[in-house]
């Protein structure tokens, strides 16, 4: 089991940036898959980036080039920065970690999920 806590939320202007943190404890932390989900209201969960124990990213639709994941694997944390914010963007956004997650890009192949952050994007 890992437990994961994210932070970095907020409202935002369009145009505007944020930086999301999460931080995983209870595991090897390089072992594990690392990805940010993100869920707007009535809608599911959508894939947004996700980052490999040796750095190999895989990203999702939203992407479109704005939104950027490292990981630290020393501080047990994996970021999202994301730039050019829309409203579109607002959502929750979740940490989930899993050691093979199958496949990388959909909620089901998750097991360990953060509480989730909102992330609100005022035109």
């Known amino acids: 089991q890992v437990q994961l806590v994210e932070s970095g939320g907020g409202l935002v202007q369009a145009g505007g940036a944020l930086r999301l943190s999460c931080v995983a404890s209870?595991?090897?932390?390089?072992?594990?898959?690392l990805a940010w989900f993100r869920q707007a209201p009535g809608k599911g969960r959508e894939f947004v980036i996700g980052?490999?124990?040796?750095?190999?990213?895989t990203y999702g639709e939203p992407t479109e080039g704005r939104f950027v994941v490292s990981r630290h694997n020393a501080n047990n944390t994996v970021f999202l920065q994301a730039r050019n914010l829309k409203p579109g963007d607002t959502a929750v956004y979740y940490c989930?970690?899993?050691?093979?997650?199958?496949?990388?890009?959909?909620?089901?192949?998750?097991?360990?999920w953060g509480q989730g952050t909102q992330v609100t994007v005022s035109s």
């Open positions: 980052v490999s124990g040796d750095g190999s990213i």
């Open positions: 209870g595991r090897t932390f390089s072992d594990y898959y």
């Open positions: 989930a970690t899993d050691l093979r997650p199958i496949p990388v890009n959909r909620d089901y192949g998750y097991a360990n």
